[in-house]
């Protein structure tokens, strides 16, 4: 059924739920589980430029930081028996909910879990929510998990 379940991971509590569930259907289905970080330099350059930081260190931080939250990723997986690769990204251009439908069409994903705020109103409207667009685009099913906070 799902043999390839797609799991965008960020390190925040709504991301480790989303893992948690990912982990227990991989676990009834004997699915693999392929984990993926997204950078996105687009935001960050633009952000920088305003700032006059040091855009390459920056980026450099950013990709060290999405290289240990997959590792941790990567390991609560493990732990669990669960077959697991893991993806760090950058996003130059774009939405970051393109790179992640974008990486389940070329990964073959047959199902995708991601974990969401679950924002309503203006905080919906002012932030707008990858994982809403990712529903919207995906081709393939999307599971969304909500943090209980």
């Known amino acids: 059924m799902y043999e390839r379940i797609?799991?965008?991971?960020?390190?925040?509590s709504t991301s480790k739920k989303g893992l948690d569930e990912a982990i227990k259907v991989a676990t009834k289905l004997g699915s693999k589980i392929r984990l993926v970080h997204v950078v996105d330099d687009m935001s960050l350059a633009m952000a920088a430029s305003s700032l006059a930081t040091n855009l390459g260190e920056l980026l450099g931080s950013l990709a060290d930081a999405g290289e240990r939250i997959l590792a941790d990723a990567k390991s609560v997986v493990q732990a669990s028996g669960v077959a697991v690769d893991a993806a760090l990204r950058h996003c130059t251009a774009g939405r970051v909910s393109d790179l992640i439908v974008k990486e389940a069409i070329d990964g073959a994903s047959d199902l995708i879990v991601?974990?969401?705020?679950?924002?309503?109103?203006?905080?919906?409207?002012?932030?707008?929510?990858?994982?809403?667009?990712?529903?919207?685009?995906?081709?393939?099913?999307?599971?969304?998990?909500?943090?209980?906070?």
């Open 114 to 149: 991601i974990g969401t705020h679950g924002r309503r109103g203006a905080g919906r409207l002012l932030l707008g929510s990858d994982a809403e667009q990712v529903l919207r685009t995906a081709p393939v099913p999307v599971l969304l998990v909500r943090d209980g906070e």
């Open 6 to 12: 797609l799991v965008p991971v960020d390190g925040s």
